[in-house]
């Protein structure tokens, strides 16, 4: 029976973690490509869309940020991290790689004019995936 209240989560997943530092990460550089480039666009229209684009990018990372302090730390003993919490770490960090080769495919086969190099890619495309999937069932 539910009370009506929310369980606060302690802190996150490795591997929800990993995509966290990633957004934040490729949303700040894009921040500051943007924030650089903003004083060069002349046409009213666009430069618009840049601070809508920038104050959006500004207001995500200060989303993400506050979620920081739930960032899983690997319990020390002895100076040392248990092998059983680094598990999860490096489990999430495989998940992540595997998640940007299927991204990273993806986006390539839709860049891809020559057959036989979109077989190869499609063919890499779904390695990719189905790895991802062990991946994830293990974890």
Known sequence: MSSGKKTQVKHLAWHETLEMHELVAA??????CLKMDIGKVTDPQL????KEAIMSLEQ????????????????????KAEAADMTG???????????????????????????????????????????????????
């Open 89 to 139: 770490f490096y489990a999430g960090h495989l998940l992540g790689k595997a998640k940007g080769w299927v991204r990273n495919y993806a986006l390539a086969i839709t860049e891809t004019a020559t057959p036989a190099l979109r077989e190869v890619f499609v063919r890499h495309l779904n390695n990719a995936i189905k790895l991802h999937a062990k991946v994830f069932d293990f974890m």
């Open 47 to 50: 430069h618009a869309l840049y």
């Open 60 to 79: 995500n990372i200060k989303d993400l940020l506050q979620f920081y302090p739930q960032a899983p730390v690997p319990a020390a003993r002895g100076g």
């Open 27 to 32: 949303q700040s550089n894009d921040l500051i």
